[in-house]
């Protein structure tokens, strides 16, 4: 198994400018988390999917953050236009379906470094 | 206001030390992870606790679950330079459908 694939792994765009970030979850996996994290507020969930569909999508920052997952195997996090408070890395994770008795074990991607000139 | 504190934020210890990270709430979980983050990679799951009072051992690495299911600790025993990384508590609250991550622990080990 690949594990969880994110792209780019870095990113250097400047502010204004429109950037897209990729994940592909573990297949079989029906739950798909995006993550930012940052030194001064560590690791924040930002908006999770379950079977494609956004649950809960209150960590989102602003309305220039954007998720959308079209089908089982990708999503995208798109930030329009970025800022350079945005620069983080952003991490993708995805995890099987979960019972009442199952645990929430997340799968990590590697992230994307994100940096906001 | 975090929904988990982790202490000690950083921690520098020489090789063949032990050492205890905390992971603390006011608020009962489910269920709670330990994850190991190394310098540009993603976190990696150690292990994961549900029961009150439940120890969970790794090899060098005992975890524990509290009682009340508030609190939770990592032990490493006689640690070495490659447990140094950040290590983070997540916990999920009983029907919340997500995990809350605490700040971490820095933890350096030297040789």
């Known amino acids: 198994d690949a594990g969880v694939i994110q792209s780019p792994r870095h990113e250097v765009t400047e502010m204004g400018q429109e950037v897209t970030l990729r994940c592909k979850p573990i297949?079989?996996?029906?739950?798909l988390f995006w993550y930012r994290q940052t030194m001064m507020r560590g690791l924040e969930l930002l908006i999770y999917?379950?079977?494609?569909?956004?649950?809960?999508d209150s960590g989102m920052p602003e309305d220039r953050f954007s998720a959308k997952m079209p089908n089982a195997s990708f999503s995208t996090l798109k930030i329009q236009p970025s800022e350079p408070r945005d620069s983080a890395v952003y991490f993708c994770?995805?995890?099987?379906?979960?019972?009442?008795?199952?645990?929430?074990?997340?799968?990590f991607g590697p992230g994307t470094r994100l940096t906001v000139l | 206001t975090q929904l988990l504190e982790q202490s000690p934020q950083f921690l520098s210890i020489q090789e063949g030390e032990n050492l205890t990270v905390y992971c603390n709430s006011s608020?009962?979980?489910?269920?709670l992870q330990w994850y190991r983050q190394e310098p540009g990679e993603g976190p990696v799951l150690l292990v994961t606790?549900?029961?009150?009072?439940e120890v969970k051992k790794l090899k060098r690495l005992t975890f524990q679950f509290g009682d009340a299911r508030k609190d939770s600790s990592l032990h490493i025993t006689a640690a070495q330079p490659g447990d140094t990384g950040l290590y983070l508590c997540?916990?999920?609250?009983?029907?919340?459908?997500?995990?809350?991550f605490g700040d971490g622990t820095t933890l350096t080990v030297k040789p």
């Open positions: 994770a995805s995890s099987r379906d979960r019972t009442a008795l199952s645990t929430d074990t997340q799968y």
């Open positions: 297949s079989g996996h029906d739950y």
């Open positions: 999917f379950n079977n494609n569909v956004p649950i809960d």
């Open positions: 608020s009962v979980f489910s269920s």
């Open positions: 606790v549900v029961t009150g009072g």
């Open positions: 997540a916990g999920e609250v009983t029907n919340a459908g997500k995990s809350t």
